[in-house]
């Protein structure tokens, strides 16, 4: 099957949206392959955290980039095959990881490996440049948004869950502090993609969002 006709779901949004959770729903209802392209940062941001890299030095981060052995399996995340999934999670590894996501070297780096990723039956990838940048051929296109207090509360109870701890007034400052930086970054700032379905999932469930999804994505294939 050539790579056009691969089908693609993009579903993107800032931080702690849902859409991951959405996404992974998706891919599973559909029996598609998922790629969660925010955890490519936060894998990178690890290794690099394990090899004593810093975050400003965009050479070594690119090179850690390239080569990085990940994979997705069965809603776990794997790096170097150990299971990664609660390490990527915390709190100081998404700030790691959204600050080295403006360096572009590191974003170039990161391209070949999302792409890859795009094979039958179809892909639902999720992240903050699926649809504007990775895949803008995508079938369905989605921009998951939130709430910042409702994204807040949401990785609070995920965090408290995990055994990790957290402070909602810290996570609302970090959350709106993220969405500035995002979104004001050079190398592919956080927006919809144009013509993106724009779903606000602050007083809806996940399964409400799910349905929303596969709808449009079954409208969208006709």
Partial sequence: MSMPTVPVITIDGPTA??????????????????????????LTALSAQQNHIALDDEAKLAELARVLPCRFVHGHVLLDEQDVTDAVRAEAIGVAAS??????????????????FRY???LVADGRDMGTVIFPDATQKIYLTASVEARASRRYKQLIEKGFSANMEDLVKDLTERDARDSARTAAPLKPAPGAYILDTSAMGVEQAVQIVLDLYAKASQ
């Fill in 120 to 122: 039958a039956p179809g």
């Fill in 17 to 42: 949206s849902g859409k991951g959770t959405v996404a992974h729903r998706v891919a599973k209802q559909l029996g598609f392959h998922y790629l969660d392209s925010g955890a490519l940062y936060r």
């Fill in 99 to 116: 600050k080295i996501a403006v360096l572009p070297e590191v974003r170039k780096a990161l391209v070949d490996l999302q792409v890859a």
